[in-house]
């Protein structure tokens, strides 16, 4: 029986035991695995969707609301804004290129966007297949919305009034699909694209015609100092910076992130302290079974060695149970999170999860270490005299 053998066997010794120390452990990593992967996530979606777009401009209210609605589709709009101040931000010289979104309706909860094909070239959107809208009621779809409901090139659907009811139905008019989208990773995946004019016409547009929004890129540096004042100033409109905002929501969220962080951490200094106590109470009922192993040929180098392999082993175990429980946790949520756009993927794994074994396996060494040394010192003489 080799060393690793004779280390699980006495770790088995106590199931009880074994079983809390693995729980610590798996919950104080699984946690840690989950925040890892699902703010690296959150974050590169963040600036997936952003990147391209400098400013937002829409009707008056929270800024990071508009974010929010415009840019990751999360939220309810501001208000809109009237196509004559669409224009105006269009020819401004400040304003190198202007891509308007008109929003309202939704399909099966996925959001169906007027805009231009100034929204394609800003994304890179590429067709899996058909081709684009080129008049009203004309759609291209994202990969999930193709994948989640089934539809294909070709297929009639019908919206609904509002971002997320699916109850209002506009039954008088059909969409008809004339392209998939290649998935992205953003945004994207989760539209419904169209002309303004299709939102417009569906909604009765037949006088004034407002849109959402408009994504904005800047012209110079002077623009980015210039421009933000002046709609906020001279408009009724406000403008609203996508990196600002986005910064703003991390660190909203991040009161509430670091909190879960330290309560893993702690997770994982009590599973620590929980394999101290274990092995050193199990090395006091086990003194005259190594006492034999050592008058067996045993050295008391093996015996530092048998002892230390119980800590890491016990918390690589551990460690490798609460990376899998994590991103099974993850993939959970990802899936019955209500909204698509927010979604996350339990199944991408990182290569800085690696340092969460490492930290682990010091964590095992550290709580072993002083058994060890203890069980290195024993005395076979004074040991085998109290038999």
């Given amino acids: 029986m080799n060393a690793f053998q004779i280390s699980w066997k006495n770790l088995k010794a106590n199931r009880l035991t074994l079983a809390l120390n693995l729980l610590l452990i798996a919950f104080g990593t699984g946690m840690l695995a989950m925040l890892l992967v699902g703010m690296r996530q959150v974050g590169e979606r963040l600036r997936d969707n952003a990147r391209g777009v400098d400013l937002v401009a829409g009707a008056k209210g929270s800024p990071l609301q508009l974010i929010l609605s415009s840019i990751y589709f999360i939220d309810f709009p501001t208000g809109n804004i009237s196509e004559e101040n669409a224009h105006w931000l269009a020819v401004h010289p400040m304003v190198k290129k202007a891509v308007p979104l008109a929003l309202g309706d939704n399909y099966a909860g996925f959001?169906?966007?007027?805009?231009?094909?100034?929204?394609?070239?800003?994304?890179?959107?590429?067709?899996?297949?058909?081709?684009?809208?080129?008049?009203?009621?004309?759609?291209?779809?994202?990969?999930?919305?193709?994948?989640?409901?089934?539809?294909?090139?070709?297929?009639?659907?019908?919206?609904?009034?509002?971002?997320?009811?699916?109850?209002?139905?506009?039954?008088?008019?059909?969409?008809?699909?004339?392209?998939?989208?290649?998935?992205?990773?953003?945004?994207?995946?989760?539209?419904?694209?169209?002309?303004?004019?299709?939102?417009?016409e569906m909604h009765g547009a037949g006088g004034p015609r407002e849109i959402t929004c408009m994504l904005l890129q800047y012209r110079s540096r002077m623009a980015m100092v210039a421009l933000p004042g002046l709609i906020n100033r001279s408009t009724a409109m406000q403008a609203a910076s996508p990196a600002k905002e986005s910064a703003r929501l991390f660190a909203l969220i991040g009161v509430g992130v670091d909190a879960i962080r330290w309560f893993a951490v702690a997770l994982m200094a009590l599973a620590g302290v929980s394999v101290f106590v274990s092995l050193y109470d199990s090395l006091r009922e086990r003194v005259y079974d190594l006492a034999v192993m050592r008058v067996?040929?045993?050295?008391?180098?093996?015996?530092?060695?048998?002892?230390?392999?119980?800590?890491?082993?016990?918390?690589?175990?551990?460690s490798l149970a609460g990376i899998l429980l994590g991103h099974g946790a993850l993939h959970a949520i990802g899936h019955w999170q209500g909204s698509p756009q927010a979604r996350v993927d339990g199944l991408v794994f990182l290569p800085e999860e690696g340092w969460l074994l490492v930290v682990s396996l010091l964590i095992g060494f550290v709580a072993a270490l002083l058994p060890a040394i203890q069980a290195y010192r024993t005395d076979i003489s004074e040991t085998m005299s109290k038999i």
Avoid at 119 to 135: D, Q
Avoid at 296 to 318: D, V
């Fill in 111 to 200: 959001r169906i966007v007027g805009t231009d094909t100034g929204y394609v070239s800003l994304h890179a959107l590429e067709l899996a297949a058909g081709r684009f809208w080129t008049k009203p009621f004309e759609i291209v779809i994202g990969a999930d919305v193709a994948q989640a409901q089934g539809v294909k090139v070709g297929d009639r659907i019908y919206g609904s009034h509002g971002l997320a009811s699916d109850e209002d139905i506009h039954d008088d008019h059909a969409y008809t699909v004339t392209g998939i989208l290649k998935k992205k990773g953003n945004a994207a995946d989760n539209l419904v694209l169209t002309s303004l004019e299709s939102v417009w």
């Fill in 296 to 318: 067996m040929g045993a050295s008391r180098g093996a015996i530092f060695a048998m002892i230390l392999l119980e800590g890491t082993l016990l918390t690589i175990l551990g």
